[in-house]
């Protein structure tokens, strides 16, 4: 795999220098997608197959993250709206994913685009084989000229491995492949700081969290064929743009004049050094456990994202865990800073706490020389919020 391939050549600093990017991560909603009825609707699709085929043109990469899988599905079921239980969902999804894709595959046909279906479950980010794998399929499909069609593979997700909505999806692909931005479309033009309605304003830039905290984001999981809502974007934008990769949130309507670079939507201006997608995973998204409460002296060390955390600085163990599962690693006080997979269960660490590597092997044997925590498998974490 060449390093061009899996790295970002330009620096995009502002929405208006998007017409520049080199590879855009562009995810869009089912709300966006689909009719009243809640079918896919062919004319919101062709809208923005043609908005995206001129970027293309233009010589800009693009992943497009596409909802709308479990909508198209609902109608050929004799579904008046999105099932609630996930057996059925999973039935929608696998009948509406092909549907989807068919759409699609003709639309840009049109263009002479292909297009290639890429599912991922939270688990293909989670291991390092297939996420390894994930990127080079990515990677392939782009050198070839095909534009890849990315959903989470809801037919075969458990709730346990579920990104939840596919604004987190999106962000975690756009770390996958070092995106130079990521654009976020739904049916809701901007971030406002009050409700359009009462005579709240567009938000243009975010800087940095802290300003959302007195936005009313209104409620997650909006009634409807979609799964996410204001919070969840802004929570995918927080994410990214707290990793590295600015992240505009705009309505599809807006979408072309976003592309071309106008003034529309609200930019999430990157801060911080980028981070792999596995690591903003752990960081912010994978399912907590339990804790692990360190002294001072671990804290410092692992602190410094270079040191594996051991036994001997673990003071107390909170939760019921396997090994292998995500925990929060706190300081004295409780507060998380870190996280990481542990390697011991919750059964195991309470004998271990305390004692060096050398004591643990000669008081309790073989196998127990390991890290509780590898530095590989840890992640250092800030509020988003």
């Not at 008046?80 to 696998?94: F, G, I, N, S, Y």
């Not at 004692?355 to 590989?376: F, I, K, M, Q, W």
Request: glycine residues 10%; proline residues 3%; hydrophobic residues 45%.
């Amino acid at each position: 795999m060449s390093e061009s391939a899996t790295k970002t050549i330009s620096a995009i600093t502002s929405p208006h220098q998007l017409p520049h990017a080199k590879r855009l991560v562009i995810k869009v909603g089912s709300s966006s997608l689909t009719t009243v009825s809640g079918g896919i609707s062919h004319e919101r699709l062709k809208f923005l197959v043609d908005t995206l085929a001129e970027t293309l043109r233009n010589g800009t990469e693009v992943i497009l993250v596409s909802s709308g899988a479990i909508a198209a599905g609902l109608a050929p079921l004799g579904l008046a709206k999105r099932p609630k239980d996930l057996a059925t969902q999973q039935a929608a999804a696998a009948v509406g994913q092909g549907l989807l894709l068919a759409q699609y595959t003709q639309l840009f046909d049109e263009y002479d685009q292909r297009v290639g279906q890429v599912l991922l479950t939270a688990d293909d980010l989670m291991r390092r084989s297939s996420y390894t794998n994930a990127l080079r399929s990515l990677v392939r499909l782009l050198n070839l000229g095909v534009l890849p069609i990315v959903n989470e593979n809801d037919a075969v997700a458990t709730r346990e491995i579920r990104f939840g909505d596919n604004d987190r999806l999106a962000s975690l692909v756009a770390h996958l492949v070092k995106a130079d931005a990521l654009l976020l479309f739904s049916d809701v033009d901007s971030v406002y700081d009050a409700h359009p309605d009462d005579g709240g304003s567009r938000i243009t830039t975010i800087e940095h969290p802290d300003e959302l905290e007195s936005v009313d984001l209104g409620t997650p999981g909006a009634a409807g064929v979609g799964t996410g809502g204001m919070i969840t974007k802004v929570d995918a934008a927080t994410l990214s743009s707290s990793a590295g990769i600015p992240t505009l949130v705009t309505s599809t309507d807006n979408a072309a004049k976003a592309l071309r670079g106008e003034d529309v939507g609200t930019w999430f201006a990157a801060r911080n050094s980028r981070r792999s997608a596995r690591d903003v995973w752990l960081a912010y998204l994978a399912n907590i456990e339990g804790k692990l409460i360190l002294d001072a002296g671990a804290v410092k060390a692992i602190a410094s994202g270079t040191n594996s955390l051991l036994a001997a600085g673990i003071t107390a163990v909170r939760g019921e865990f396997e090994a292998g599962d995500a925990v929060e690693i706190c300081d004295a006080k409780g507060t998380p800073f870190a996280r990481g997979l542990v390697n011991f269960g919750s059964h195991e660490l309470p004998d271990m706490l305390g004692h060096s590597t050398t004591e643990l092997v000669e008081e309790l044997g073989a196998g127990y020389d390991r890290s509780v925590v590898h530095v590989d498998d840890l992640a250092l974490i800030e509020p988003i919020f």
